[in-house]
């Protein structure tokens, strides 16, 4: 009986000596995939598509130039941009814009490439579209080749474009900008001279300040004129956008513009108010924005006309 007890204990020891080794050979049975949700699918067909951008840019980037000058990464994006108007009195308006920025590092250290739906440049000089665009865009397909160069704090540009629609038309703009920081102030010179073949030669330029009162809250007091040769008309816009950032994906800022010009003599042409609601859904991705706004214009005889305003922006 004493010889059957050993003899039990030691087979017991041999299989707790070697239950650590069994353990480790056994397969552990597959775990159960998991089901992507349709959101994260969008974002990877979204980085998906962005990487092929990016490598298609290097590969001309590099056919163009012949060698590598760079190893800075590629930067090239495309956005496509989605307004929705809406105006009391009138029906809704859509638009779909495109912006190309083909990012070309070892090229770029002599020109930079763009192509877009629109014509870029003339929307930049109208400060009051980037708070307020109320009206759609003018499709306009073409590209532009731009030579930027710094010039001590001065960034000086020279962006030819051409027209890819209808007729050939080139149009041309040289720019100069700055930027002066003191504590919470930031005062932004702009001076650019153009040309273009519907509206002749121009001047724009603008001098705006903004002022940072709180952590969340920031002050622009914008001043802009244009002034188009073949229309001898000069532009001016005055306006007043205060900043509010909820956090950092999420921001309002409420807005009045009051908008001039010489034809047929110096005055008021417009005046509006608005609030801009922006949100990023997904970072360098997906944003929108939301605009309600109250214009009074002159060919209304000022009487209010309320509308809102509809961005959507998908990133690749």
């Known amino acids: 009986m004493g010889s059957s007890i050993k003899t039990r204990l030691f087979f017991c020891l041999i299989a707790l000596a070697a239950a650590p080794h069994l353990s480790a050979n056994v397969v552990p049975p597959p775990d159960t995939p998991k089901e992507e949700s349709l959101e994260q699918d969008f974002i990877d067909a979204n980085i998906e598509i ?10 001309l980037d590099l056919f163009l130039v012949g060698r590598r000058l ?9 956005k496509i941009e989605n307004s929705t108007f809406l105006k009391d009195t009138r029906g809704p308006n859509n638009v779909t814009s495109l912006i190309a920025n083909v990012r070309l590092p070892n090229f770029e250290k002599y020109w930079q490439l763009k192509f877009t739906s629109f014509d870029d440049t003339r929307e930049q000089r109208s400060s009051r579209n980037n708070y307020i665009r109320n009206a759609p865009r003018e499709q306009n397909y073409g590209a532009s080749v731009g030579l930027f160069r710094r010039l001590g704090n001065v960034r000086s540009s020279f962006q030819p474009r051409i027209d890819l629609q209808g007729s050939f038309k080139v149009s041309h703009s040289l720019g100069f900008e700055s930027i002066a920081e003191y504590r919470r102030s930031r005062v932004n010179p702009k001076l650019e001279l153009y040309a273009t073949p519907d509206r002749g030669v121009g001047i724009y330029q603008a001098l705006n300040f903004n002022y940072r009162l709180t952590r969340r809250f920031s002050i622009t007091l914008i001043n802009q004129g244009d002034y188009e040769e073949k229309l001898h008309r000069y532009s001016v816009t005055n306006g007043i956008s205060v900043g509010h950032t909820l956090t950092d994906l999420k ?7 009051f908008l001039s010009n010489n034809r047929p003599n110096y005055h008021l042409q417009n005046y509006s108010f608005s609030i801009t609601w922006s949100e ?17 214009d002159e060919e ?7 509308g809102i305003t509809f961005d959507i922006a998908l990133n690749f």
């Open 251 to 257: 921001a309002l800022s409420y807005n009045v513009f």
């Open 300 to 306: 209304n005889g000022f009487g209010g006309l309320a």
């Open 50 to 59: 962005g990487e092929w951008f990016d490598d298609v840019a290097e590969g």
């Open 70 to 78: 760079t190893r800075r990464a590629n930067e090239t994006y495309v």
């Open 280 to 296: 990023v859904i997904y970072r360098k991705i997906l944003d929108y924005q939301v605009t309600p706004h109250l214009d009074f």
